[in-house]
Nanobody, 116 residues
Framework: QVQLVESGGGLMQAGGSLKLSCSLS????????MGWYRQAPGKERAVVAV???????HYEVSVKGRFTISRDIPKKILYLQMNGLQPEDTGVYYC??????????WGQGTQVTVSS
C-alpha cells in the first residue's frame, strides 16, 4: 500500500486559484488510478477528479472547466489546479490511489476554504 501526503490548501477569496499537490511514497507502477476527493462541511466525501493510468481524466460536473488534474510520474506527484474558486468548493481535499490489487490509499487531507 502506498502512502500519500497532500499539501497546498489554504484560504482563498472567491475567484482565486490554488494548486494542491499529493506526494506518493511507494510503487507508483502498482497504481491503476489516482484522484482527488472533497468532503464539504456536513457532507460525505465525494469525487472531484480522477486520472487513470493511461492518462484519461474525469471531473465532477461542478468543477469541469475550472479544475485540472495532472501528474508528474517520475516525481510521483499528483496535482489539482483549481481556478475560479467558489465558496461551494470549500472542504477537506483528499488524495486517493487505487491499486490494481489490494486496498486503496488515502492521504490525511488538506483544508481549502473559499470566502465570498
Amino acid at each position: 500500500q502506498v502512502q500519500l501526503v497532500e499539501s497546498g490548501g489554504g484560504l482563498m477569496q472567491a475567484g482565486g486559484s490554488l494548486k494542491l499537490s499529493c506526494s506518493l511514497s511507494g510503487d507508483i507502477d502498482s497504481i491503476n488510478a489516482m484522484g482527488w476527493y472533497r468532503q464539504a462541511p456536513g457532507k460525505e466525501r465525494a469525487v472531484v477528479a480522477v486520472i487513470l493510468r493511461e492518462g484519461t481524466t474525469h471531473y465532477e460536473v461542478s468543477v469541469k472547466g475550472r479544475f485540472t488534474i495532472s501528474r508528474d510520474i517520475p516525481k510521483k506527484i499528483l496535482y489539482l489546479q483549481m481556478n475560479g474558486l467558489q465558496p461551494e468548493d470549500t472542504g477537506v481535499y483528499y488524495c486517493n490511489a487505487l491499486p490494481f490489487v489490494g486496498p486503496e490509499s488515502w492521504g490525511q487531507g488538506t483544508q481549502v476554504t473559499v470566502s465570498s
